[in-house]
């Protein structure tokens, strides 16, 4: 099993948490509030509470942030992130949710790449699932999703077993620069979200025939 080191303390921090303990993780709290850090820790059981700023003990660390904290977050731990394996989340939206607030040749996750040590490797992975679904896991029999992008093969061999470890089924869809295409099915589900489904109880999948 894995030892993950999730910063953040929202949704998604809560969904991954739950998820890797139930799955036999190690894993590791981290947030700017203490106080909140180790809360959500006691109501998970099992999970430990790291601080801030200090170097994360996971080998793979998630930034279960927003994208607008997110590179700066990665600056901010520096050397600390050295060798580690850094799984962005991140859908780095414009507000009005038609757009991308990166370059128009970059993503969220190449930008934090830019931020991170150069022995550190970024892996995009769960953007495409809402913290609620991913929550509730499989629904009528049938693993989730999860679609995944970096450019170092072991580091996505490593985050591919961790998605497994979780009950929920790895896609590699190649390199990182991979990513953009990733964070526009977010885009995507935000536009379903808004003008069809009208809701967050979906998910998108791969289903191969024959």
């Known amino acids: 099993m894995s030892s993950i080191s999730i910063i953040g303390l929202g949704n998604m921090a809560r969904a991954l948490a739950g998820r ?21 820790a006691a109501t998970l059981g099992g999970a430990t509470v790291g601080t801030a700023g200090d170097a994360p003990t996971g080998d793979i660390v998630i930034l279960a942030a927003p994208y607008a904290g997110a590179a700066a977050v990665v600056r901010e731990y520096g050397d600390a992130l050295r060798g580690k394996i850094i799984v962005d989340l991140t859908n780095p939206v414009t507000p009005d949710l038609q757009g991308f607030v ?12 830019k931020a991170a040590p150069d022995d550190a490797h970024v892996v995009k992975a769960f953007n495409t699932v809402f913290s609620h679904v991913l929550a509730a896991g499989p629904a009528e029999g049938r693993p989730l999703d999860v679609f995944i992008a970096g ?43 808004n003008h069809s489904v009208k809701h967050t109880n979906f998910s998108l999948g791969i289903t191969l025939l024959g």
């Open 151 to 193: 450019n170092d093969a072991q580091a996505k061999a490593r985050v591919s077993a961790f998605v497994e470890s979780l009950g929920l089924r790895p896609w590699d869809t190649g390199e990182l620069s991979m990513a953009r295409a990733l964070e526009n099915v977010g885009l995507l589900e935000l536009g379903l979200m």
């Open 102 to 113: 990166v370059p128009d040749d970059s993503s969220g996750a190449q930008e934090i790449a």
């Open 20 to 40: 890797a303990l139930a799955g036999g993780n190690a894993v590791e709290i981290i947030g700017r509030d203490q106080a909140k850090a180790k809360e959500l």
